[in-house]
């Protein structure tokens, strides 16, 4: 991605001055709006897939930040892109609004320097990611859903990029379920058979090392031969994916749900947002080892 073109939404001038000393060092490009009504023009006059993310406080005259997402929600050429909600320490209510209304990233007042930046690039990195899997695959779109059952294994994240989107071409929304197949695949490479733990991931995202240590690992003797297979049944009714690591497990109830302690970190959203998100049921089975993916929305042969 080219330089990132962030959308800040803030009425309170103090509190716009101080987002945008925060960010005016960074790579970013910066616009400004006072609030959601304001914001919403201006996202209107700009290309559909002008802005990569909107920086938006909760509570605003006019056109409040949940309204503002609310409506962006609403139209396919806006609803990929992430928005960021500020709001206060003591408003879980408000929070978890925001989710069932699709805000899977947070910035909880005061907010410092490094927290904002890192929350910001998990969200485009995540945007990124969710873009790579809309590239549709020429050629399979007619014969694909003929597909009744069948049996891939993933080693790498790249492998779970494609077989992401090529799973989700059996579906009537590829975009949102391709997301969840990828968050899933995702994590069953490196938390599940890389042994990447929570707070490891924390720190290699902060020093822009991820990418280096999952190649490290994945070179390991020990990890070799390890996949994530993921298994497929499909028939008129239901498409159910499921997926399988070859990892130790873990406390996979944690993350189904918002966790406030965790809503500024730069990573742990995806199984919550495949969750809410992508899925119509969702459940880990084998502590945490295996999740079974079941929608019904699907793609007819032709």
Known sequence: MNKAN????????????????????????????NDGEEASQLIRQKPHDFFHCIISDYLMPNKDGIQLLEELKQHAEYKKIPFILQTTANSEAEIQRGINAGAFYYLIKPITKETLISVVNAALKDFQNHKDILTTLKGIHKAFPLITDGRFEVRTIDEAKHLSSFIALLTTDPNSIGIGFLELMVNAVEHGNLGITYDEKTQLIRDSQLSEEINRRLALPENRRKFVAVDLRHNDETLVVTITDMGNGFDFENYLEFSLERAMDNHGRGIMMANKLSFDELTYLDGGRQVRCLTRKLKRPA
């Open 6 to 33: 962030l959308l800040i939404v803030e009425d309170d001038l103090v509190s716009q001055k101080l987002l945008q000393s925060f960010l005016k060092n960074e790579d970013f490009n910066l616009f400004m709006a």
